[in-house]
């Protein structure tokens, strides 16, 4: 009944930038925390960054200064500005919405 649809991932060079967008829909009343994981194959899916309702925002450490949370409350909206690229950033990235729901993820790679 909720879903939750990521966009904008995909291939790119290291030091690049990249913007994920993630739309939650249905029939959720509260969107509470929203926030964005990682997983790379064999290894445990990450917490990047979480932002609340009012804005308050957490980093995974290995991402603070490059990557930027933010939200647009009325359009149930999270993004995921994602600047100097590294390598080690390549995963598959997936939405979060309240703890509860997921998105399908999106693949970032990071690549010559």
């Known amino acids: 009944q909720v879903q939750v649809v990521e966009s904008g991932g995909g291939l790119v060079q290291p030091g690049g930038s990249l913007k994920l967008s993630c739309t939650a829909s249905?029939?959720?009343?509260?969107?509470?925390?929203m926030g964005w994981y990682r997983q790379v194959p064999g290894k445990q899916r990450e917490l990047v960054a979480t932002?609340?309702?009012?804005?308050?925002?957490t980093y995974v450490d290995s991402v603070k200064g490059r990557f930027t949370i933010s939200r647009d409350n009325a359009k149930n909206t999270v993004h995921l500005l994602m600047t100097s690229l590294k390598p080690e950033d390549t995963a598959v990235y997936y939405c979060?919405?309240?703890?509860?729901?997921w998105g399908r993820g999106t693949q970032v790679t990071v690549s010559l």
């Open positions: 249905g029939s959720i009343s509260n969107l509470s925390v």
């Open positions: 979060n919405v309240a703890k509860l729901y």
């Open positions: 932002i609340t309702s009012s804005g308050t925002d």
